[in-house]
Structure formats: structure tokens, C-alpha cells
């Protein structure tokens, strides 16, 4: 749930930077969370290393966030999950009947 401080603050983002350089954050941030996830499982799963991965999930989701916002993308990304979770239950179903 987006708070209206959120979409303030995103409305302004977008005014002040741009719709793509704000794209190229989220990729930016999405490279970055990539490297904290990676580090989380090399280090044993250590505080540091935890918390390094909460912080980059905080900026991946924020710029998500922002560009479901700029580009008024909530509806369509909704849908999407509806059908992968639907197909994740097929999986599991059939994982299921395997073993
Ligand atoms: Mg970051």
C-alpha cells in the first residue's frame, strides 16, 4: 500500500529527474539488491549482511513503487502476480503429486 506521502514524494521524483532516469534507478538498485542477495548467502546469512539485504528490498521496492506510479502500472502488475501465483500452485500441485 503506497502511502500519499509516498506518491508525493515519487510525483516529485519523477518532476524533478525524469521518468528515465528514475527507470535506470530501478535497474541501478535492482543490480545493487542483486550483489546484497549474493553476499547474504556467501556470508552465512550473518547480521550484516541481513541487514544490507533489508536495506537494498527497501530501495528495490520504493523505485518499483515509483514506476508503477509514474506509469500507472499498478493494475497491469497486479494481474501478473495473480497469474504467476496461480501457475506457482500448479507447480507446487504437481511437485506434490511427484513425491
Ligand atoms: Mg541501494
Do not use: P
Not at 19 to 34: H, Y
Not at 36 to 54: C, G, I, M, S, T
Amino acid at each position: 500500500m503506497v502511502t500519499d506521502r509516498e506518491k508525493e514524494k515519487f510525483a516529485q521524483s519523477i518532476e524533478k529527474w525524469g521518468i528515465v532516469s528514475q527507470i535506470l534507478m530501478l535497474a541501478e538498485e535492482s543490480g545493487e539488491l542483486t550483489v546484497a542477495a549474493l553476499h547474504y548467502v556467501r556470508n552465512k546469512k550473518q547480521v550484516e549482511a541481513e541487514d544490507h539485504l533489508a536495506e537494498e528490498i527497501a530501495d528495490v521496492e520504493l523505485m518499483i513503487d515509483e514506476i508503477k506510479f509514474a506509469l500507472l502500472l499498478g493494475t497491469k502488475v497486479q494481474a501478473y502476480r495473480e497469474t504467476k501465483l496461480e501457475r506457482l500452485e500448479q507447480y507446487l500441485a504437481r511437485a506434490r503429486a511427484l513425491f
